[in-house]
């Protein structure tokens, strides 16, 4: 059952339909961002650390990017 739902793509082809607008919020990052922008390993180092890469995410590469998304997320809008 579960095969044959992949199969049929329903993950894709039962999954609720996208707004005709979506009003958001872009945060963007300057130049090219990898990996260890995003997840330093300095702060976490396994997968069971997730929580601890969300809070590490572009501290190195843009200081005060979390701080930011927080305040820009009392907007209402999706970030």
Same mark, same amino acid.
């Given at each position: 059952?579960?095969l044959?739902?992949? %199969? ?9 339909? +996208?707004?005709?607008v979506?009003?958001?919020? =872009?945060?963007?990052?300057a130049?090219?961002?990898?990996t260890?922008?995003?997840s330093? %390993? ?5 997968r069971?650390?997730?929580? +601890?890469h ?5 501290? =190195?590469r ?13 907007s209402?809008?999706?970030?």
């Open positions: 059952e579960v044959q739902s992949w %199969a049929n793509a329903d993950w894709f082809n039962k999954k609720e339909k +996208l707004p005709q979506i009003k958001c919020i =872009v945060f963007k990052v130049g090219e961002t990898n260890d922008d995003l330093p %390993a300095g702060d976490a180092f396994t069971s650390d997730i929580p +601890l969300a809070n590490a995410m572009l501290k =190195v843009q200081a005060g990017s979390l701080e930011k998304i927080k305040e820009l997320k009392k209402g809008r999706e970030v």
